[in-house]
Structures are given as structure tokens and as C-alpha cells.
């Protein structure tokens, strides 16, 4: 019998497997940031000076991509990081939330105290699920989005 047939043959089996083992939200992708930033409203996507996304709303930039920095760097060969994403959060105490917990890959670096942002490696973005991503996309959309249509978003999503 397959598996599909079990599930018809037996429907109380596959409501208990899925209440006992709910799915799991999947990992996030560097493709993600692309697709959910572009979907929010307003969105445009500019290229940086050597090619880098950048993405924005009304001229304001929530999301890029940095060009390699003396500030982010690997600790071990002092090789400058290639492959940072800088996202807008909405206070200071956001940021430290996320890059105080060392369950999250999100980090800072001294060019951005005073900043209200955080950095992710894309190289570690599958560390973080779909969801949170999706959420600190759209906390750093809300950042730099007019107040009126941040508010008008979110009563949609509702």
C-alpha cells in the first residue's frame, strides 16, 4: 500500500501524525530575500556600484547587499566577508535581540553602532527558517516605508 493510500485507508493516522509532528518551516534560501522583498509593496530592486542588490522603498534602502568591508571579515585569515546582507531593523533593541542570540547567525560590526541594522552572512542564511527571515524582510520594509502604507499592509495581512 502507498503512502497516499494509507492515509485515505486510515485518515484519523495522518491527523495524529500531523498534530504530533508538525511541519517544520523550511530553511531560508538567498533566493528568499529576493523573492519576499519584491513582493512587499513599493519595492524596487537598484544595482550597487559593483553590481550588488539593493532594495528599497521610496529611495530608502531596507535591504543590500554589501561590497566586501574592512569591518566584516574572517577572524581566522582576515579574508573580507563577500557575501554580507545588511537589513534595516526597527530599534536598538531589535537589533541587539537578534544579535545577542547566538542561536541566530545575525551579527553587528562597529561601522554599524548608532545603526539600526543587522548583518547576515549569505552563506548562513539557511541557518534561519523561511519564517523569520520573511519577518525581518518585512520589520525592515517596515522601517523605511511611508507610516500610512506600513499600516495599510499590515491591516491586509491580517
Known amino acids: 500500500m502507498k503512502y497516499g493510500a494509507a492515509a485515505a485507508v486510515f485518515p484519523s493516522r495522518q491527523l495524529r501524525q500531523n498534530a504530533v509532528m508538525p511541519r517544520k518551516p523550511r530553511r531560508a534560501r538567498l533566493t528568499d530575500v529576493h523573492e519576499i522583498a519584491m513582493a512587499l509593496p513599493g519595492v524596487e530592486c537598484d544595482e550597487g556600484p559593483k553590481g550588488n542588490p539593493i532594495y528599497s522603498i521610496r529611495k530608502k534602502s531596507f535591504i543590500f547587499f554589501r561590497n566586501p568591508r574592512p569591518d566584516a571579515f574572517d577572524p581566522e585569515?582576515?579574508?573580507?566577508?563577500?557575501?554580507?546582507?545588511?537589513?534595516?531593523?526597527?530599534?536598538?533593541?531589535?537589533?541587539?535581540?537578534?544579535?545577542?542570540?547566538?542561536?541566530?547567525?545575525?551579527?553587528?560590526?562597529?561601522?554599524?553602532?548608532?545603526?539600526?541594522?543587522?548583518?547576515?552572512?549569505?552563506?548562513?542564511?539557511?541557518?534561519?527558517?523561511?519564517?523569520?527571515?520573511?519577518?525581518?524582510?518585512?520589520?525592515?520594509?517596515?522601517?523605511?516605508?511611508?507610516?500610512?502604507?506600513?499600516?495599510?499592509?499590515?491591516?491586509?495581512?491580517?
Open 77 to 158: 585569515t582576515g579574508e573580507r566577508y563577500a557575501d554580507v546582507i545588511c537589513f534595516w531593523v526597527p530599534s536598538d533593541e531589535d537589533k541587539q535581540a537578534l544579535v545577542q542570540d547566538e542561536s541566530t547567525p545575525f551579527f553587528t560590526t562597529p561601522h554599524f553602532n548608532g545603526y539600526n541594522a543587522v548583518l547576515l552572512r549569505g552563506s548562513r542564511i539557511a541557518e534561519v527558517d523561511i519564517e523569520e527571515l520573511r519577518e525581518v524582510i518585512t520589520d525592515a520594509w517596515l522601517t523605511r516605508a511611508p507610516k500610512r502604507m506600513g499600516e495599510q499592509y499590515l491591516s491586509e495581512q491580517r
